[in-house]
């Protein structure tokens, strides 16, 4: 199975919105509602963001918001904060009953 | 509180074997999966596979079926990765996360463990 396709970096300035996009196929993303987003920065552990396309666990901000179309997820951050500067992560669900992350995103807050 | 506790970074040579672990606390070990993550240096995370060490199911990517086993020892809550022939191309940090199932998504992670293999 192939990795999901990010965009490899994005940039935005404090109090902007982001999108960053994650595209899979109709055996992943488009087949299932179970992507998640995971947030990394530099040599920590992943931290979980989104679930199930669009559920956000206790304790992460309202300021991230995901959604989908068709094979496409995508993940939002509005009100750019400094702390938001990380690497992103999307990940599906696949029809062979494993998941897949996407290649990641480096978001630059300027 | 869940704590997921790797073991230590390992230095290794190719052709080499080696086990690293995972030692889960704070919640019943054997009703959530355990999964493992590698991430190359300065690349992506990267889904290997996950065990059920309530009565050892296992799932493994195809990227990683015949590479690597994954087992658990449910007496002493904790899940391995292990190789039996190191490769260059091993050498990564591997993350293990307990894993919810449905939805599917890793919540707590442990620390990491750094493999070098190395001549």
């Known amino acids: 199975q192939s990795a999901l396709t990010q965009p490899a970096s994005v940039s935005g300035s404090p109090g902007q919105s982001i999108t960053i996009s994650c595209t899979g196929t109709?055996?992943?993303?488009?087949?299932?509602?179970?992507v998640s987003w995971y947030q990394q920065h530099p040599g920590k552990a992943p931290k979980l963001m989104i679930y199930?396309?669009?559920n956000r666990p206790s304790g992460v901000s309202n300021r991230f918001s995901g959604s989908k179309s068709g094979n496409t997820a995508s993940l939002t951050i509005s009100g750019l904060q400094a702390e938001d500067e990380a690497d992103y992560y999307c990940?599906?669900?696949?029809?062979?009953?494993?998941?897949?992350f996407g290649g990641g995103t480096k978001l630059t807050v300027l | 509180e869940v704590q997921l506790v790797q073991s230590g970074a390992e230095v290794k040579k190719p052709g080499e074997s080696l086990k690293i672990s995972c030692k889960g606390s704070?919640?019943?070990?054997?009703?959530?999966?355990i999964g493992w993550v590698r991430q190359m240096p300065g690349k992506g995370l990267e889904w290997m596979g996950i065990?059920?060490?309530?009565?050892?199911?296992?799932r493994y990517s195809p990227s990683f079926q015949g590479q690597v086993t994954i087992s658990a020892d449910k007496s002493i809550s904790t899940a391995y990765l292990q190789w039996s022939s190191l490769k260059a191309s091993d050498t990564a940090m591997y993350y293990c996360?307990?894993?919810?199932?449905?939805?599917?998504?890793?919540?707590?992670w442990g620390q990491g463990t750094l493999v070098t293999v190395s001549s």
């Open positions: 996360a307990r894993y919810n199932w449905r939805p599917y998504y890793f919540d707590y």
């Open positions: 704070g919640y019943s070990f054997t009703s959530y999966w």
């Open positions: 065990i059920y060490p309530g009565d050892s199911d296992t």
């Open positions: 109709s055996s992943d993303v488009g087949g299932y509602n179970y």
């Open positions: 199930d396309v669009s």
């Open positions: 990940i599906s669900y696949t029809s062979s009953s494993t998941q897949v």
